[in-house]
């Protein structure tokens, strides 16, 4: 184990507790704070490798086929669909699919998996590969952030949506534009997520339309 390892808990944590990578936490501290898994059945994860979020999410999804049997809105079946341009160890009952999901024919995996039924969640906590350079990657990062944003249109009305952004110059418009789209929006720094790194997470609720 490296040093950094060693003096890090939730790498620890996650060993213990068999997830694939400590991210796994700042999921579950978003989950803890904004209840996001909530009647959540038909799952996207964008950017998934090595599927910490993905393990999370299979989780909350087979929790509540039994935690929401009543008369709202419910289903008897979870789907989840994780995607990255890396390849992931297989999670059995969920599909992964290895592609730039940048890319048209991810939508049509998208359409083909779901059959053209709405999401009740979106997570991404994908990243572009850092240069170094803080002010391109940053540009470079709300360039994909608005990417992902546009699979909002796969999201039922109600549905919840959390996306990776980098703090910087264009936080504020992209801010703005998530509240456009999701009755509450809220940046959030889980406690798990490393101090020195300028991630953070925005948090939509209840999508408008
Ligand atoms: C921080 S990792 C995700 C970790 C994951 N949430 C977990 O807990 O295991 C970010 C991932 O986003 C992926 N990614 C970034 N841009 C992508 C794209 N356009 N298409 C597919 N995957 C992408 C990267 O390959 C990387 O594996």
């Known amino acids: 184990m490296s040093d950094e390892h060693s003096r890090d808990p939730h790498y620890k944590m996650a060993k213990r507790e068999g997830y694939r990578a400590r991210s796994a936490y700042k999921l579950l501290d978003i989950q803890k704070r904004f209840n996001i898994f909530k009647r959540s059945f038909y799952i996207l994860d964008l950017g998934s490798a090595p599927g910490s979020w993905l393990q999370v999410a299979k989780k909350f999804a087979s929790e509540n086929l039994e935690k929401y049997k009543d008369k709202y809105y419910h289903r008897d079946h979870f ?16 599909k992964i699919i290895k592609m730039d999901f940048t890319l048209p024919e991810f939508h049509k995996e998208l359409d083909s998996f779901f059959k053209g039924e709405k999401l009740d969640l979106i997570v991404s906590d994908a990243s572009i590969k850092k240069s170094g350079n803080k002010f391109s990657d940053q540009a470079m990062q709300f360039n994909l952030c608005y990417i992902i944003l546009e699979f909002r249109k796969y999201l039922r009305k109600k549905g919840n949506f959390i996306i990776k952004v980098f703090q910087g110059a264009d936080f504020d418009k992209f801010y703005a534009d998530m509240k456009k789209n999701f ?25 408008l339309i």
């Open 79 to 94: 789907k989840i669909l994780g995607v990255d341009t890396k390849r992931l160890v297989p999670i059995e009952d969920i």
């Open 183 to 207: 009755s509450f929006v809220k940046s959030f720094k889980p406690k798990s997520s490393k101090k020195q790194s300028n991630e953070i997470y925005l948090i939509g609720l209840n999508k």
